[in-house]
């Protein structure tokens, strides 16, 4: 195998999609959700056969940008994207060890090109959401100082800086040289690409890069280009593909440009767009932050998840962000129409919610999960046990979990078996995602609540889960009945401390501080689901599931304090009514 430079080592490639989703509203990649004009369209029924069949040229489109920017055409050069132009801009002057310089949180791609290139990355986090701090970038300038990457507006906060700070550091910092990403900056108010451009005729430690697929909505086409100074744009010419831009994406660029009124017009849409939903987003207890892109990275503090989740599975997809991200609570949103934001408002809305228990109230799982025991018990007692015995043991509280219920059953026949011996034997016949076969018994699990039902459920509340299971094997279930996509959070044991997991009431409690929510009803089976849920004080519904000793788990039920029983779920719906009936009459 042969192995690639040394610096690719720790690089994880930025993901794209490999096939394009249909969403309701696709507010993730800052595209322009007005899409290209119908005159892009008509230039594109009208390409040439010697468009494709022939080398492009670029002079046409870089006369065109000089006399629309007031630059010289030695002063462009035309990329495949931005990508491209912050790689090759990047490759030309970076060499190893050499300094790159950016506040965090920015677009990524600039520090993976200079990691790739060898550079020592140092970033700058932001004292006051979302300023930028001239001081803070003078103090990080160092002698080994290569580039400052410099977005306006920036991506993700949305602010933007001033053509005369850029202007000081440049004459303060000769040496370095300044990268100025003014891919959004067509969306600003009181700035224009000019004012950066302008920079280039007076420094030449300025390249400012800008791309057409944001405000042009040429995405799809891949074309951007650089301005700087006459030798920095040679020596860049050394790096860059000889025909790295298409002579569609050509045609189309000329006739976006000759165009002013079309993006005017775009430009006011946005702005209209962008102050509605900064209000919608505030008036929902949120935090957004003001933006001149065509986007807003809103806090959505402990409710994050949640939200992404809600928007997702209801046709809205938004940028989310890591956990160790500066930004790691908030989702940044591409500012949608009117029409868009009335729909999201809708969504951030708290409704009631309701939190499901997975085994014995959404699935019988007599035939999965009582089968494994059965038979993890038989593989290591060689005799069988009875569901009565079973029943016993999960009635008795501290149960939950099915790995212990098999060990202390085997433990109370005189068998001793390490834990993990029975997770094995218990996960190879109940599921394990790591060896495909077709039999597993969690296949062999019964829907006890219908998608129907699931789905008029949603429309009245929000629906979460709170399980013993792992969230694969969740997924796993739900997904393959179709109704995953009606919840909305999910508190399962992965990684929780023994000492977390049910009875203890930590995962109700978890729910309620992501989960916004007006009213909480939680629907649990069993014992510890009943004392889980009281212990964080919500109203707790015994769910007598199938094959339980209904005597036994009233009486239990009765006992721990159980707000409500109902002895068949599938009648959810009359039973939330009754409940709410009730709950109207005696104000």
Not at 138 to 143: G, V, Y
Request: charged fraction near 30%; charge should be negative; glycine fraction near 4%.
């Amino acid at each position: 195998m042969i192995k690639p430079k040394k610096t690719l080592c720790d690089i994880t490639p930025y993901k794209t999609d490999k096939l394009r989703k249909s969403w309701r509203l696709k507010l993730d990649s800052n595209e322009n959700i007005y899409g290209c004009s119908n005159a892009v369209i008509n230039t594109l029924k009208n390409i040439r056969q010697e468009d494709i069949s022939l080398y492009p040229c670029y002079g046409e489109l870089i006369s065109k940008l000089a006399s629309v920017y007031d630059i010289n055409e030695e002063n462009i050069l035309l990329t495949n994207g931005c990508d491209e132009a912050l790689n090759i801009i990047i490759n030309t002057y970076i060499e190893e060890n050499d300094g790159f310089l950016s506040y965090t949180p920015s677009f990524s791609m600039p520090v993976l090109y200079a990691k790739i290139a060898g550079a020592e990355i140092s970033l700058i986090e932001y004292d006051e959401k979302f300023v930028f701090d001239i001081e803070k970038v003078r103090k990080n300038i160092k002698n080994s100082t290569k580039i400052v990457y410099i977005a306006s507006p920036n991506n993700p906060t949305g602010e933007t800086v001033s053509s005369g700070t850029i202007k000081n550091l440049a004459k303060e910092f000769k040496d370095v040289l300044f990268l100025i990403d003014a891919t959004y900056i067509n969306f600003a108010k009181n700035i224009a690409f000019e004012d950066y451009a302008d920079l280039t005729k007076e420094y030449d430690n300025i390249a400012v890069i800008k791309s057409f697929s944001k405000d042009f909505a040429l995405a799809g086409l891949r074309l951007g280009f650089i301005v700087s100074n006459k030798i920095n744009i040679e020596n860049l010419k050394k790096i860059s593909s000889p025909y790295n831009v298409n002579a569609v994406a050509l045609n189309c660029a000329m006739r976006v440009l000759s165009d002013d009124k079309e993006f005017e017009r775009i430009k006011t849409l946005n702005e209209q767009a962008r102050d509605e939903l900064f209000s919608v987003l505030q008036s929902h207890g949120f935090k957004p932050y003001k933006s001149e892109g065509n986007f807003i990275l809103c806090d959505f503090l402990d409710y994050c998840d949640f939200y992404y989740e809600k928007l997702k599975k209801n046709g809205v997809i938004v940028r989310n962000f890591s956990k160790n991200s500066p930004v790691a609570t908030c989702l940044r949103i591409t500012v949608p129409k009117l029409s868009g934001i009335k729909y999201i408002s809708s969504l951030l809305d708290k409704k009631d919610m309701l939190i499901f228990d997975i085994d014995g109230v959404i699935f019988d799982v007599r035939e999965s999960y009582f089968s494994a025991i059965k038979e993890t018990y038989k593989y290591f007692s060689k005799k069988d046990i009875t569901d009565e015995e079973i029943n016993k043991v999960k009635s008795m509280g501290n149960m939950n979990c099915d790995w212990d219920a098999t060990k202390y059953l085997l433990e109370t026949n005189g068998f001793e078996v390490d834990i993990d011996d029975i997770i094995d034997v218990f996960q190879n016949l109940f599921y394990n995602p790591e060896i495909k076969k077709d039999n597993y018994l969690i296949d062999k699990e019964k829907l006890l609540i219908s998608k129907e039902t699931f789905e008029e459920l949603s429309s009245r509340y929000d629906l979460v889960i709170f399980s013993g299971r792992y969230k694969y094997e969740a997924l796993y279930s739900l997904e393959k009945f179709g109704i995953d996509k009606y919840f909305y959070y999910f508190q399962t044991s992965d990684g929780l401390a023994k000492e977390l997991t049910k009875p203890n009431p930590w995962g109700v409690l978890e729910i309620l501080k992501h989960c916004p929510h007006l009213t909480i009803k939680y629907f649990g089976d069993s014992v510890d689901d009943i004392i889980a849920g009281n212990g964080a004080k919500v109203d707790t519904i015994g769910v007598l599931s199938p094959g339980c000793d209904y005597n036994v788990m009233t009486n239990n039920f009765k006992h721990l304090g159980a707000k409500y029983m109902i002895e068949d779920i599938k009648n959810i719906k009359n039973f939330l009514g009754e409940i709410e009936k009730d709950y109207a009459e005696s104000l």
